[in-house]
């Protein structure tokens, strides 16, 4: 038996490449093989042939030539792209959004879970937990359709405002009101969730660390500020690397649900202007270069906030 | 001093008590007005000024419209299909993947996990994808809904990290025993992973249920619809004054508030019945993630 396997190992390595090793996979993994089969043929399909299908960026892409029949243009999309009103302005939208979200909806799911955490009876606890996990899982449609009907003239939001003498109007067709909304229905949806993971990272704290802290007499914030804190810092800086990662990859659905005309100048991000500039329109050439623009850049950052991670925690995501 | 110390602890808990009351009441209260304005009569609704706290004047007349407007009922049942067809597509393919890139000694592995996770970094794009969606055929079709996003690599990276903590032992005396790979998995390995089984059904289904934007851009034809993109005719393009025919139009302004907030109810009520019967498990998949994460 030891013999055959060693003969095995042999061939391989006289037949050296990954053909070789391929082949020998087969005869000793048959059913593996059989497994990946449909797994690594959809990412092709869908991963990887759109992948090869973004050299539209450099081409004039017409429907009927196809990825590969339409004429080369080099970098010409990019240069009208570069050179647009609409370059700086949804570059500029998208870095902002994504600044103002890592101001308010990186902090405050820390500080709910810390909260959380000082709650000493489990049925409040949980219950508190249930409610506000509960927004995480009603549909984006709904999230942005009850913000339109609070937000609307005649909605609950302005007559709040009419008590205090305010001005009867629909917030969602005023530029200055936009981000503040954006990230408003944001953290009304995800920071009890998101809070999870520092609620999990806190249970991992060992308890004896507390006893010890009390004995050397300290008191609950002196505990929060000196054992808590430290116990889940790791988590914080992954979490804060990760989030810078996803810096540049805002998506387009709740941009698309919630901006109009009115808000362009500061609701349009580049995945909505791609999405609108590319199937709206139709312009899939310009909008592929827009689009690829954006991925290099995406792929950039969370290349690099992953080896960063790497090096401060010795964790990374993969 | 011990007194000192008492109330402070006393005060600590009031204050943290009361921010989470605060939270909570900010979560909730939404929803709560939602509830009372789709069971209030339409005309006081829109006379009332400020906050509610109990319906005004109930009333079930703006359900009656939800029920027989008929893009709800199509739009129910085409989720359903999705949410059933597609969570069973993604849940076996998520598995294969899993599961291949868990057997270390598959010498595959080294090349096919690297081809999976480089497409969390780069991808086509929005453009390319469509087109490549388009060029299958699958334009206007409802397996556009299913086939393009039936693997989320995130969840398969989850799968895999469960697979990975079960002992080696166990799978190589059953191997020794003259099992094939094929019922290792499905008599072994499935059978001992309940909990992920349970977080991924949790994860595609919420995922296909609440998803609307590859429907939006692969269908047009309406009898396919998901339920989403009928809400957002609803809520958001205002298309429900469709609804109530053959009034004037100040009366049907009023009458399609309160439909909409009906209809909100009755879109939403389902996922958030079932929700906090299931939390565990879906806190558990963040778990799993975060373990690696």
């Known amino acids: 038996m030891k013999i055959k396997g060693n003969i095995v190992r042999g061939n391989a390595k006289t037949k050296s490449g990954v053909f070789a090793e391929i082949k020998r996979d087969y005869k000793l993994n048959k059913y593996l093989v059989f497994f990946s089969i449909p797994v690594v043929v959809w990412y092709f399909i869908f991963h990887y042939v759109p992948m090869y299908g973004v050299i539209i960026a450099f081409k004039d892409y017409n429907v009927a030539q196809g990825f590969l029949a339409s004429k080369w243009v080099g970098i010409e999309h990019f240069k009208t792209f570069f050179k647009s009103y609409y370059f700086v302005r949804i570059l500029i939208n998208t870095l902002l959004l994504s600044f103002y979200n890592l ?20 049925v409040l606890k949980s219950t508190i937990q249930t409610i506000t996990y509960m927004p995480h899982f009603i549909s984006l449609v709904v999230i942005c359709g009850m913000a339109y009907i609070f937000l609307s ?22 530029s200055q009101y936009y981000r503040i909304i954006y990230i408003a229905l944001g953290l009304w949806q995800n920071a009890g969730w998101n809070s999870i993971i520092y609620i999990a990272a806190l249970t991992a704290i060992d308890i004896t660390q507390y006893e010890a802290a009390e004995i050397d007499g300290a008191n609950r914030l002196h505990k929060l500020w000196h054992v808590t804190i430290p116990g889940i810092l790791p988590t914080i800086i992954i979490t804060l690397i990760l989030n810078i990662g996803r810096f540049m990859s805002e998506g387009s659905d709740k941009t698309i649900l919630l901006y109009n005309e009115a808000t362009y100048e500061v609701s349009d991000i580049i995945s909505s202007y791609v999405y609108r500039n590319g199937l709206l329109k139709a312009d899939y050439s310009s909008s592929a270069a827009i689009g690829l ?10 290349y690099g906030s992953n080896a960063f991670s790497r090096v401060v925690n010795e964790t990374s995501l993969w | 001093m011990q007194k000192k110390t008492f109330n402070m602890g006393v005060a600590y808990d009031v204050l943290n008590t009361s921010l989470l009351l605060l939270l909570s009441l900010i979560t909730l209260y939404p929803l709560l007005y939602v509830l009372f304005a789709s069971f ?31 893009s709800i009922w199509i739009g129910y049942g085409n989720t359903i299909l999705y949410v059933v067809f597609g969570t069973m597509l993604s849940l076996a393919m998520t598995t294969l993947g899993a599961y291949v890139t868990s057997c270390k000694d598959f010498f595959w592995t080294k090349y096919i996990m690297p081809y999976m996770v480089f497409t969390m970094f780069f991808s086509g794009g929005l453009i390319p994808t469509f087109l490549v969606v388009k060029g299958l055929g699958l334009y206007d079709n409802p397996l556009a809904l299913l086939l393009p996003s039936c693997i989320s690599t995130w969840n398969l990276i989850i799968m895999r990290t469960f697979f990975s903590g079960i002992p080696r ?41 609440n998803g609307w934007f590859n429907a939006m851009i692969y269908l047009r034809n309406r009898s396919l619809f998901p339920l989403q993109l009928f809400l957002r005719e609803i809520l958001i393009s205002n298309s429900g004054d469709d609804m109530v025919l053959g009034i004037n139009d100040a009366e049907r302004q009023t009458i399609s508030e309160s439909i909409k907030y009906a209809t909100i109810i009755v879109s939403t009520l389902p996922i958030l019945t079932i929700y906090p019967l299931l939390q565990k498990h879906f806190v558990k998949g ?7 994460g």
């Open chain 2, 286 to 292: 963040v778990m799993i993630g975060a373990v690696k």
């Open chain 1, 103 to 122: 101001i308010f909806s990186f902090p405050i799911p820390i500080i709910l879970a810390l909260v959380l955490n000082e709650v000493r009876s489990k």
């Open chain 1, 293 to 302: 623009f954006n991925s290099v850049i995406n792929m950039l950052l969370i």
């Open chain 2, 40 to 70: 209030s009569d339409s005309n006081m609704l829109a006379g009332h000024g400020g906050l509610l706290h109990k319906p005004l004047g109930f009333t079930i007349a703006s359900y009656r419209y939800v029920f027989r407007n008929s």
């Open chain 2, 169 to 209: 032992s166990l799978k190589e005396s059953t191997k020794i025993d003259g099992a094939n790979e094929w019922i290792i998995l499905t008599r072994i390995i499935l059978p001992l992973s309940g909990s992920v089984i349970a977080v991924m059904i949790l994860y595609y289904a919420v995922g296909l249920w």
């Open chain 1, 153 to 174: 003239k005649g909605g609950p939001i302005n007559s709040i405002a009419l008590l205090f003498g305010g001005e009867e109007i629909n917030y969602l067709m005023y």
